[in-house]
């Protein structure tokens, strides 16, 4: 079986820990399903035919993706069941696109495909690329209302935009399935304050959602990104919505389906999203990292400096740099030794290709001598990172490993 240090790879080199990637996929999919929820991951994360496989078999809806090139893509991967259903986050606002998703539900690439609108064009759009489509393509569509955040991204910025928004589908003859935001906009932490903040969020998309029951044929879908605070959306939009009395008549209990969009879960990382864990919150246990960047000691310049070979077109970088987790010798003919744990190292800054780390009294004794005593060229470093979705998309193949051991060699779509 391939090592990691085999000669045909080389650095910087990613790696997905295979055990980390089960345990967080079938976590995920048991806390979900005992709460009562749907769900789509998203799968930009990845993009890897082979992981969503491995959501599939889990138990997902089907795929969340954030463009038209990925739902063509994740469609394109031909896998049964819920691989033949996706939800794109996103208007869809190209009418060439348009013509494609109608072609897609007519043969048979795609059994269902969900679509958000967040203005009267979007509706008129999808309603010209859908006219005269046959009965049974029409209903392959579901539209939902997408409801944002002031200041924020997309989606209608009110409950009553939304609820009229919901109108105009229905008069477009579109199949309305429900409403869906990103909650992610509401808060930047896990305190109090914010954690009610999100809620305060869902609570309006379940209004929305109460709002427009009546033109939705079926239960009512509320769906929320659900990565940082999956804890709150699935608990507070799982709860009994009712119906609004209407001319007299006793509001009455409404069918929904809540459906998360969770994604970075299944790789988890040292930084974003091991601070926030919504999931030990949901009462399950905490997720794995999975993702190492591995990277080759190219110089160590002067005391307490190092610079490994390893920068912004290798890692992510836009919420946290990267950590360093360990360091490991390599012999004459690259094979590499025992692990070693560094502490009182730090990534102080990125170039393009290269990785400046600082040094303090943690990572080598006075006995030692300067920094190229403590970590030497040479030497391969493995780095934890925060958010993995800007690091998977720099690569187009990661090993799933066992250990040293190459489990798999999965393909990155991007």
Avoid at 31 to 57: C, D, L, N, Y
Avoid at 290 to 303: F, G, H
Avoid at 372 to 398: E, N
Wanted: charged share 20%; proline share 6%; net charge negative.
């Amino acid at each position: 079986m391939l090592r990691i240090d085999d000669p045909r790879f080389s650095w910087p080199l990613l790696t997905l820990d295979e055990p980390a990637l089960d345990h967080n996929i079938a976590t995920v999919a048991g806390a979900f399903a005992a709460a009562g929820v749907e769900h789509a991951p998203h799968v930009k994360t990845h993009m890897s035919r082979q992981i969503w496989e491995r959501q599939v078999a889990a138990g997902a809806w089907g795929a969340t993706v954030a463009t038209p090139a990925q739902l063509r893509t994740a469609l394109g991967w031909g896998v049964p069941g819920a691989g033949r259903r996706a939800f794109l986050a996103n208007e869809l606002v190209d009418p060439r696109e348009i013509a494609w998703l109608r072609t897609a539900l007519t043969d048979g690439t795609a059994d269902e495909v969900w679509v958000y609108v967040d203005s009267d064009r979007g509706v008129d759009l999808l309603a010209d690329g859908f006219a005269g489509a046959a009965p049974e393509v029409a209903a392959r569509l579901g539209v939902l209302v997408e409801l944002g955040v002031p200041a924020g991204r997309t989606g209608v910025r009110t409950v009553p935009d939304a609820v009229a928004l919901a109108g105009r589908v229905d008069d477009a003859g579109l199949r309305l399935v429900g409403v869906a935001g990103y909650e992610g906009p509401v808060a930047g932490g896990t305190s109090t304050e914010e954690l009610a903040a999100v809620g305060q969020w869902c609570d309006g998309l379940r209004e929305a959602g109460a709002l427009i029951a009546s033109l939705v044929d079926g239960p009512v879908v509320l769906s929320a990104g659900g990565s940082a605070f999956a804890d709150v959306v699935t608990r507070r939009l799982g709860e009994p919505l009712q119906a609004a009395a209407d001319d007299g008549a006793a509001a009455g209990a409404l069918s929904t389906r809540v459906v998360l969009r969770s994604g970075a879960y299944v790789t988890h990382d040292h930084g974003h999203y091991l601070r926030t864990d919504p999931w030990t919150r949901l009462g399950a246990e905490p997720l794995r990292p999975a993702i190492t960047v591995w990277a080759s000691v190219l110089s160590a310049p002067e005391p307490g400096l190092v610079i490994c070979g390893m920068g912004r077109r290798d890692v992510s970088f836009d919420i946290d740099l990267p950590t360093p987790l360990v360091v490991r010798p390599a012999d004459a003919d690259g094979r590499l030794g025992e692990a070693r744990e560094l502490t009182g190292v730090a990534v102080t800054a990125l170039n393009d290709q290269h990785a400046y780390l600082s040094l303090d009294g943690a990572a080598g004794s006075a006995a030692e001598g300067p920094a190229d005593g403590a970590l030497r060229p040479g030497d391969v470093v493995g780095f934890g990172i925060s958010h993995p979705c800007t690091t998977l998309d720099k690569y187009r193949t990661a090993l799933v490993t066992r250990g040293d051991e190459v489990a798999e060699q999965v393909t990155l779509s991007f």
